[in-house]
């Protein structure tokens, strides 16, 4: 089984093939070395991801590895956690029936968020049901002279 590790405290102008040079030593273990880097500007994001093959090689490459200085910067180096969805999008997903033909581009929080409130907004903030009855007659009264 694969394992992941993190690597942290990067520089902003570290070259990817200077972050793989940090783990040469460790070809023959690494599954993959990627170096994350800002869609716009294509510079470092200031951390990447190893993935070894085994896990007593990550805990090797942790212990040698950890506080090592790349580009005048110490490395962080530790076990990567797993991957999560955010609760609010496994448990409002919408619908086949209100679900729209557009594409979802990192809009998926911005559905949770309204499925809450519509759901919500049904009743009133009884901090403020008083006033927003008061509210509700004046705009009745505006429409009805009009």
Do not use: H
């Not at 070894?52 to 090797?60: C, F, R, Y």
């Not at 076990?79 to 609010?88: Q, V």
């Not at 729209?100 to 903030?125: F, I, L, M, W």
């Amino acid at each position: 089984m694969s394992i992941r590790l993190y690597v942290g405290n990067l520089s902003k102008d570290l070259e990817r093939e200077e972050f793989e040079s940090v783990f040469s030593a460790f070809n023959d273990d690494l599954v993959s070395v990627k170096l994350i880097a800002d869609k716009k500007t294509g510079k470092c994001r200031g951390f990447g991801f190893v993935t070894v093959k085994t896990d007593e090689k990550a805990d090797e490459i942790v212990e040698q590895l950890n506080g090592q200085v790349v580009a005048d910067m110490p490395l962080k180096i530790e076990k990567a956690l797993p991957r999560t969805k955010p609760e609010e999008e496994t448990d409002a997903r919408p619908t086949a029936d209100s679900s729209s033909k557009r594409s979802n581009k990192g809009g998926g929080a911005r559905k949770a968020e309204t499925s809450v409130a519509a759901s919500t907004s049904a009743q009133p903030d009884p901090r403020w049901a008083s006033e927003l009855e008061k509210l509700k007659q004046m705009l009745a009264a505006q429409t009805t002279s009009s």
